[in-house]
């Protein structure tokens, strides 16, 4: 199979611990090129990698195949468009974008070039996440569940920095994850019942599930706590099941997620239970989230 040239957009801590290598290294990629607005940053982290540092966007688009993203939600929506227009296949991060008006607009893009598009929920990637749904689906009968994910994330070094991740908080940054994996434990969320942020971004939620289930989430990013707590549960009929992040995993599932870009990409493929349109439906319960922590009404899913 031949590689395919792709191009990061980013240079921060995630994109030079996990985008970066991953593509370097995975044989169906090929880490091509890399541009970031701050020009010193992409020629170190080009130079790291053997491979060429653009001066610009439309410079790193004509080089590629594909695009790699790990920059905030809103530079991401706006350049992913423009490369999925230029016919770029996508990774993205979650969340796509800011909002639900411009998540739509970038899967409508993704749509309409008929690219192949990949959010990085890296927690779906991983073997035994993959194991534990199947073995729910399986066995069915599930009546609740529950989420945690707390950390000091903001509180350290390495993304104390980041601005977006301060401006748009823990609901933002782990909230995809959370929301996502619940989903596909328990069915489509179709409603969020209730949302609360309170001291040190902490946010507790209620979902609602089509089928009747109800499932809770507590997140936070600025506690003092190291490791980093991540559980999932579900119960109902047929007990109760858990499931942790095996740590230092990241690489990992990266990785599973190139094998299934590069696949798709062979094999002329466009949905994936990751794909643009997950990411766009979890940007909509983001958003019904916030609304339901500031006392606004329609929480719920149409349809």
Do not use: N
């Amino acid at each position: 199979m031949q590689q395919l040239r792709v191009g990061l957009v980013g240079g921060g801590p995630w994109a030079t611990s996990v985008h970066a290598p991953g593509l370097a290294d995975h044989p169906g990629t090929a880490l091509t090129a890399v541009w970031t607005r701050r020009p010193e940053a992409a020629r170190e982290l080009a130079a790291a990698h053997g491979t060429l540092p653009c001066a610009d966007f439309e410079e790193l688009l004509g080089l590629v195949d594909a695009v790699a993203f790990a920059v905030p939600p809103a530079a991401q929506a706006e350049l992913a468009s423009r490369a999925a227009k230029a016919g770029k296949h996508l990774i993205l991060e979650k969340p796509i974008a800011p909002d639900a008006g411009q998540a739509g607009r970038l899967a409508e893009a993704v749509r309409e070039a008929g690219v192949v598009a990949l959010v990085v929920l890296t927690l779906r990637y991983a073997m035994q996440t993959r194991e534990w749904l199947a073995d729910l689906g399986h066995t069915g009968g599930w009546s609740g569940g529950s989420a945690r994910w707390l950390s000091g994330a903001l509180l350290s070094s390495r993304y104390g920095g980041s601005p977006w991740r301060h401006d748009l908080g823990a609901l933002a940054d782990i909230g995809p994850h959370v929301i996502d994996l619940m989903d596909a434990a328990l069915g489509e969320i179709t409603g969020v019942l209730a949302a609360h942020r309170g001291a040190d971004d902490l946010w507790q939620l209620l979902f609602e599930h089509r089928g009747g289930a109800t499932s809770t989430a507590a997140l936070s990013l600025r506690l003092p706590i190291d490791p980093t707590v991540i559980e999932f549960a579900v119960y109902g009929e047929h007990g109760y099941r858990a499931l942790g992040r095996k740590p230092g995993a990241a690489q990992e599932c990266y990785t599973a997620l190139l094998d299934d870009f590069a696949a798709m990409v062979a094999s002329d493929t466009r949905d994936h239970p990751c794909d643009v349109d997950r990411g766009l439906h979890l940007q909509c319960l983001l958003d019904q989230a916030r609304r339901a922590a500031s006392g606004q009404a329609s929480t719920r899913s149409p349809g």
